[in-house]
């Protein structure tokens, strides 16, 4: 896909990852959208980008499908979307000479933990099912999650902000394939450290003092434009400080005789 003249909407945008690909994206000729909860961060940064904004909490299906409506009745439809609001629970406050403080899972709130959850999954897949229509209204599109190389290893000091970054990687996979028919491609970008607010107060110094590198977003906002442009589905890149982004695969599972795509050769419901 090329970017001059495309449509493109982020979440997240008002800030971190989402703000510097809002950036990249609007200085390649695409008209971009910025949707995000925080109303002040997300407007200013779209007078600094030239976007619009619009106030969207990724977690409402309602509004995902308000939103979508009225950009295909505006603009004609999406091209990209960069489904990448998101937000951590560990706390960035940890013991001294801990980089962060890992979360107790027997403390976690039920509010924290629906509030994670519908942030991080449910922005990702209620973001997919509305942009749909509105891509293929233009003949097809570029869905780019975030998930994160939490969501390719384990991580233990927020063991719930891992398991949402790995279902965006279950939901990519599956996805790429199931979409390509319609012409919209899916894939995630899994960065490591990056000097955001989602980190807190400190974290990235911290880091930074144990010997860590810690990336830019500008990093990233090419990795998502790579990933758009690549005309490649069901991609993982893996965003690492000093090398260019690769793409991540996994192992075949040992004795598994089933083969992805031969299930969707079947069609729904075959065998
Ligand atoms: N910073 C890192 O080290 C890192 C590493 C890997 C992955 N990520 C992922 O990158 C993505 C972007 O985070 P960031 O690092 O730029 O952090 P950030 O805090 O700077 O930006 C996150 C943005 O998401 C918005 N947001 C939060 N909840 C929302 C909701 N319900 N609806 C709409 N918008 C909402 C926030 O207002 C904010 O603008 C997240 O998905 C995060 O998990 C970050």
């Given at each position: 896909m090329k970017l001059h003249g495309k449509i493109a909407l982020v979440t997240g945008g008002a800030s971190g990852i989402g703000l510097a690909t809002a950036e990249r994206l609007s200085s390649e000729g695409v008209s971009v959208v910025i949707a995000d909860i925080d109303e002040g961060n997300g407007k200013s940064a779209a007078d600094r980008t030239g976007a619009e904004f619009v106030r969207l909490d990724v977690s409402d299906a309602s509004r995902w499908s308000e939103v979508t409506e009225d950009l295909t009745r505006r603009l004609g439809g999406i091209d990209i979307a960069f489904l990448n609001a998101g937000i951590a629970t560990f706390s960035a406050r940890g013991a001294p000479g801990e980089i962060m403080a890992p979360i107790d899972l027997a403390e976690l709130s039920d509010e924290a933990y629906r509030r994670i959850m519908g942030t991080n999954v449910d922005g990702v897949v209620l973001g997919a099912r509305a942009v749909i229509p509105a891509m293929e209204a233009r003949g097809g599109g570029a869905i780019v999650a975030t998930s994160s190389v939490a969501g390719l290893i384990g991580f233990p000091p927020d063991p719930i902000y891992t398991l949402t970054k790995h279902a965006v990687i279950g939901l990519v996979r599956s996805l790429g394939p199931a979409l390509a028919p319609r012409n919209i491609t899916v894939n995630a970008i899994c960065p490591g450290v990056v000097d955001t607010n989602i980190l807190g107060e400190g974290t990235a110094q911290r880091a930074r003092d144990a010997g860590l590198s810690v990336m830019q977003p500008s990093e990233i906002a090419d990795a998502v434009a790579q990933a758009v442009t690549s005309g490649e589905s069901g991609r993982l890149y893996v965003c690492l400080p000093d090398r260019d982004p690769v793409h991540y695969e996994f192992a075949p599972v040992p004795?598994?005789?089933?083969?992805?795509d031969r299930a969707l050769e079947a069609g729904p419901g075959g065998s």
């Open positions: 004795g598994l005789d089933f083969e992805p």
